[in-house]
């Protein structure tokens, strides 16, 4: 099957009256909100190293869509539109049509975004996604660089059941599905974004682990932090599941977890995020440095401080 | 050198009034005129599949910028901003220094366009473009559903360089650095594209040869084409270097050309595309089919007719 059959038959437009002109171009055109800004996000995504090799091409469709759409969600946009990049070893009808029921779903579940044009290669399986989203002029964007010393930290959801999927893919133990969906069906908070942007100085989507995120924050805002890791919100699975000596790693260096994490006045917190669960795990300070401490305010050992460094 | 200090020392932003946020959030924000749509094109390149794998890093960097700025000239759009998804094989600061300025270089010929954001990836080198532009609200589109019977077909600048640098370097010959630079140093004809809008009917940017390409416009606005084959443009040194019997060929079916084809009633016919020589090469025709003809109108042999297919 050559490339315009390819594109013709897994990925036709759907109706969506943002799009004026979709795929079947040489470029796609975009009515845009009047007035609204572009909020613009690229990753690519590959095989055995931001999913396991073994991913239902589902999950991967997913997969793909949700972390440019937890991109938008950070910086409280709307989304619009995005386009594929797509490099596949071969032309597998049935892995294309459930990699492209996965793109559907997870824009389904986070209010719409159109799908507007894209380019397929032979090679190793490579997904590239860049997607749009709008910002009015006059909203504020939930950058990296806003917090101030007196913010609450707080963040959506629970922290570590991607990663606690990941540990027990990788040892060779059973995984239930839920947990496994937690790895590769992430939900990208959009709602909770649109929620929080209105009081947040700044916030990051936690991507790479918890530990890493928050620096780019601390160190974009040139502040840093205390957080209590007692107060680290975890579901339960991750509770009954994950090993008492592997639970912190896991929920502050994991990674894949697609939470928000934002810093806002501790005086304007909402008790939750557009229905999502809002946990308060710390607070910003004017000394710079990311600092774990217990439920008593005690420091965490040395080895812990390790976790600054991701 | 990890992600974030390679993204740092190679791709830091430019400034650029159009940017409100750059490189280093979790997206890109920008400005965008307002009431103005969005235009998008994405492109992915590989080596060895979409340049010589002995390309070098600098026209590697150009011509991946240059096929996505080609895309936004044949939609008649202005260049705003671009983001780079790029999968490395390793970090050479040699190599991406000269990419960077590849990719600076393509940007400064085309009128600017603002790099706004990335990824970076290990693995083979792969690169993936997404750039925007915008159209004005009340602005046209070239599109390629257009072309009506009696339209002129005209091609910018001239056809057959770039698949004539290819076959002379796979077949081991010398090729003069000019020849070369055609192939992997392409012009994107973002002025000629802006200027053509106003008139046009239909185009297409020539990327995978003008039979494929024209096909594309025939098939989408539902008509035929004759076009007069001692009319197609070509360059001095093609002229003196292309082997008669692979001339044609290497006009109609080469590819990697970049011009930008373009429909448009013969009465409004400009002398020129913003200063880029314009080729009428024939004429859009109610009846089906792409009829290649010799000077005096006669059709081609039927192994003529094969190019239509592809």
């Known amino acids: 099957m050559d490339e315009f059959a390819l594109i013709r038959r897994?990925?036709?437009?759907e109706l969506d009256e943002r799009v004026e002109l979709g795929i079947g171009d040489d470029a796609a055109l975009l009515r845009w909100p009047p007035g609204a800004r572009v909020v613009i996000t690229t990753d690519t995504l590959l095989a055995g190293?931001?999913?396991?090799?073994?991913t239902p091409a589902f999950s991967i469709g997913w997969k793909s869509l949700a972390v440019s759409l937890s991109d938008l969600a950070a910086?409280?946009?709307m989304p619009q539109a995005y386009v594929l990049a797509?490099?596949?070893?071969?032309?597998?009808?049935?892995?294309?049509?459930?990699?492209?029921?996965?793109?559907?779903a997870v824009a389904a579940v986070s209010g719409g975004i159109a799908r507007v044009g894209g380019d397929t290669c032979a090679g190793p399986l490579a997904i590239t996604i860049t997607a749009l989203g709008s910002l009015a002029a006059d909203a504020s964007a939930m950058r990296r660089d806003g917090a101030r010393p007196g913010d609450a930290i707080?963040?959506?959801?629970?922290?570590?059941?991607?990663?606690?999927?990941?540990?027990?893919?990788q040892a060779g133990l059973s995984c239930p599905q839920a947990l496994r969906e937690r790895l590769d069906?992430?939900?990208?908070?959009?709602?909770?974004?649109?929620a929080l942007r209105v009081h947040a100085h700044a916030a990051i989507d936690v991507s790479d682990g918890l530990a890493?995120?928050?620096?780019?924050?601390?160190e974009a805002s040139g502040v840093g932090a205390d957080i209590d890791v007692e107060r680290l919100p975890a579901s339960e699975m991750f509770t009954r599941l994950a090993p008492a000596s592997e639970r912190l790693r896991l929920q502050v260096s994991g990674g894949d977890d697609y939470e928000l994490?934002?810093?806002?006045?501790?005086?304007?917190l909402p008790g939750d995020a557009a229905g999502t669960p809002l946990q308060v795990i710390g607070t910003i300070s004017g000394e710079p440095g990311l600092r774990w401490r217990d439920g008593q305010g005690r420091l965490l050992s040395e080895s812990l401080h390790g976790f600054r460094h991701f």
Do not use: K, Y
């Open 75 to 77: 910086m409280g946009a």
């Open 86 to 104: 797509l490099t596949l070893p071969a032309v597998n009808a049935a892995w294309l049509d459930d990699f492209a029921r996965g793109l559907q």
């Open 154 to 169: 707080a963040v959506t959801g629970s922290l570590g059941d991607a990663a606690l999927a990941l540990a027990r893919l």
């Open 185 to 194: 069906q992430p939900v990208p908070r959009i709602a909770a974004g649109q």
């Open 10 to 13: 897994f990925f036709t437009d």
């Open 212 to 218: 890493g995120d928050l620096m780019h924050i601390l």
């Open 261 to 268: 994490c934002v810093c806002l006045p501790a005086e304007a």
């Open 49 to 54: 190293r931001h999913f396991p090799e073994d």
